[in-house]
């Protein structure tokens, strides 16, 4: 399967702030991207579709101005939290879509907390 | 769209028992079904998969079933050892979309 690199893995800071989360595909071309929210003792929320070369895939409820992504390379997508607020605070995790089918292969995740 | 629930939400068994895990999904497009095992603060990291022309997977201690007309799977775990112990999703895919729909997890833990 795919090798999945996210960084950073860890981010602690002040309410305001924007924040870039890095998800590489070192081993596989990846047109396709995803991005997902898990809270403590909850289950992965997919927040957006990546899409090489073209605009992202929102889902309902997740705001596209507040939740930046963009998908420049078949082995770089990046989601970036603006004005992030306390209630940002989450796990974020992104994984790599094999194809139709096929298993998703998830990065390390980058846990955010916002002061 | 799809909807995804899974039973039991924990679920505690003595080492060397069986665990099963049950999910029942939605949509009848959905054709493939993952589980995945995620340790505290770690990467949801993938066990077995079905894929909807298979009634029945197994990899050693690990087995999944598929049921498409009652709409639901479920994950077989045998002789359980501690390291078992882990939250497991199951989730429901319709192919085409890549589109994963995770269940709630089932929270796993094997007692020595």
């Known amino acids: 399967g795919a090798v999945v690199s996210q960084h950073p893995s860890r981010v602690i800071c002040k309410s305001g702030t924007s924040v870039k989360i890095e998800c590489r595909s070192l081993d596989f071309q990846a047109t396709t991207m995803f991005w997902y929210r898990q809270f403590p003792k909850q289950s992965l929320m997919l927040m957006a579709t990546s899409n090489e070369g073209s605009k992202a895939t929102y889902e309902q409820g997740v705001e596209k101005d507040k939740f930046l992504i963009n998908h420049a390379s078949l082995t770089l997508s990046t989601l970036t939290v603006t004005s992030a607020h306390p209630e940002d605070s989450s796990f974020y995790i992104c994984?790599?879509?094999?194809?139709?089918?096929?298993?998703?292969?998830f990065g390390d995740g980058t846990r955010l907390s916002i002061l | 769209g799809e909807n995804v629930e899974q039973h039991p939400s924990t679920l505690s068994v003595q080492e060397g028992d069986s665990a099963v895990i049950k999910c029942t999904y939605s949509d009848s497009a959905s054709n493939y079904f993952p589980w995945y095992k995620q340790e505290l603060g770690k990467r949801p990291q993938l066990i077995i998969d079905i894929r909807s022309n298979v009634g029945e997977k197994k990899d050693q201690r690990i087995a999944v079933t598929l049921n498409k007309t009652a709409k639901h799977f479920s994950l077989h775990i045998t002789e359980t050892q501690p390291e078992d112990s882990a939250v497991y999703f199951c989730a429901a895919s319709q192919g085409y979309g890549q589109n994963f729909v995770f269940g709630p997890g089932t929270r796993l833990s094997v007692l020595p």
């Open positions: 994984s790599v879509g094999m194809g139709a089918s096929q298993p998703q292969h």
